[in-house]
């Protein structure tokens, strides 16, 4: 069953290169139990979908084909990056009744990475179908999907036991609109801020943003180390942005989005 968020289901899902290949093993023998790596099962494909907490207004978050585009665009540049899906995202500013009155949605997996530790986060990224619409939308501002992580930041001078670790990539050359981007490396490129007081407490907030390496020694104050809650690909709430994201990279797996489901492979 298809809703406009959902996905059809499939196994096989990796968020350590070690669990991935214990996970392909597994499956290769019928009626073989997954394998567990520790902070929970990363094969299920079934534990990705639009995180509804954090979705508001009526925006698409889909798996699909394609796309693949623009019209004219080189063929290595208008396939999606992996496989030949993606995922869709379709959002719209000043469509509700709240303030703002823009829409959100965050895709992503609430159970397979719950409690894994955030300062082991070495690689993160994705790519992107950008258009030159979307740079519009946004008039001087970057317009373009985040990546977010929901942490316990486990902070000594905050009492936050709650934050979303957001991730603003920079936009991407005019060279690489309409068409799907090279990868971009969220650990070397863009900013990163934290919601609530523990942006507050550690001084990366959306009007002070900081470098990954900079929110990685800010989060590491010595006491207890901050962990993750879920994990994946936000946008909102600004501007209206349609466009798609393959590829999302976190440490040695790159999720890979079908229009079947989420499959896991080796960072390459």
Same mark, same amino acid.
């Given at each position: 069953?298809?809703?406009?968020?959902?996905?059809?289901?499939?196994? +096989?899902?990796?968020?350590?290169?070690?669990?991935?290949?214990?996970?392909?093993?597994?499956? #290769?023998?019928?009626?073989?139990?997954?394998?567990?790596?520790?902070?929970?099962?990363?094969?299920?494909?079934?534990?990705?979908?639009? @995180?509804?907490?954090?979705? @508001?207004?009526?925006?698409?978050?889909?798996? %699909?084909?394609?796309?693949?585009?623009?019209?004219?665009?080189?063929?290595?540049?208008?396939?999606?990056?992996?496989?030949?899906?993606?995922?869709?995202?379709?959002?719209?500013?000043?469509?509700?009744?709240?303030? $703002?009155?823009?829409?959100?949605?965050?895709?992503?997996?609430?159970?397979?990475?719950?409690?894994?530790?955030?300062?082991?986060?070495?690689?993160?990224?994705?790519?992107?179908?950008?258009?030159?619409?979307?740079?519009?939308?946004?008039?001087?501002?970057?317009?373009? $999907?985040? @990546?977010?992580?929901?942490?316990?930041?486990?902070?000594?001078?905050?009492? #936050?036991?709650?934050?979303?670790?957001?991730?603003?990539?920079?936009?991407?050359?005019?060279?690489?609109?309409?068409?799907?981007?090279?990868?971009?490396?969220?650990?070397?490129?863009?900013?990163?801020?934290?919601?609530?007081?523990?942006?507050? +407490?550690?001084?990366?907030?959306?009007?002070?943003?900081?470098?990954?390496?900079?929110?990685?020694?800010?989060?590491?104050?010595?006491?207890?180390?901050?962990?993750?809650?879920?994990?994946?690909?936000?946008?909102?709430?600004?501007?209206?942005?349609?466009?798609?994201?393959?590829?999302?990279? @976190?440490?040695?797996?790159?999720?890979?989005?079908?229009?079947?489901?989420?499959?896991? %492979?080796?960072?390459?």
């Amino acid at each position: 069953m298809r809703t406009r968020f959902g996905t059809k289901r499939r196994s +096989a899902l990796g968020v350590t290169v070690a669990a991935l290949v214990a996970i392909v093993a597994a499956s #290769a023998v019928p009626g073989a139990a997954s394998a567990v790596p520790a902070g929970g099962d990363h094969g299920r494909s079934a534990h990705w979908g639009v @995180i509804t907490r954090n979705t @508001i207004g009526s925006p698409v978050a889909a798996l %699909r084909d394609g796309p693949f585009g623009s019209f004219g665009v080189p063929a290595q540049f208008a396939h999606p990056p992996y496989g030949h899906g993606s995922l869709g995202i379709e959002v719209a500013d000043r469509s509700t009744s709240l303030s $703002p009155p823009s829409e959100a949605v965050h895709f992503g997996n609430e159970v397979d990475f719950y409690g894994a530790p955030v300062l082991r986060l070495h690689q993160v990224g994705f790519h992107v179908f950008q258009t030159g619409e979307n740079v519009g939308y946004g008039g001087a501002n970057v317009n373009m $999907p985040n @990546i977010r992580f929901e942490i316990n930041p486990n902070l000594g001078n905050s009492t #936050a036991t709650y934050s979303s670790m957001v991730w603003n990539p920079p936009d991407v050359p005019v060279a690489s609109r309409n068409r799907w981007s090279d990868y971009l490396d969220a650990t070397t490129t863009g900013s990163w801020w934290l919601t609530g007081n523990a942006g507050t +407490a550690t001084g990366c907030t959306l009007a002070t943003q900081c470098t990954f390496p900079q929110l990685m020694t800010a989060l590491n104050d010595g006491g207890a180390e901050p962990v993750i809650y879920t994990a994946g690909v936000s946008k909102g709430r600004d501007f209206m942005w349609i466009g798609a994201v393959d590829g999302l990279r @976190i440490n040695g797996t790159v999720f890979d989005f079908e229009s079947g489901g989420v499959r896991a %492979r080796y960072a390459r």
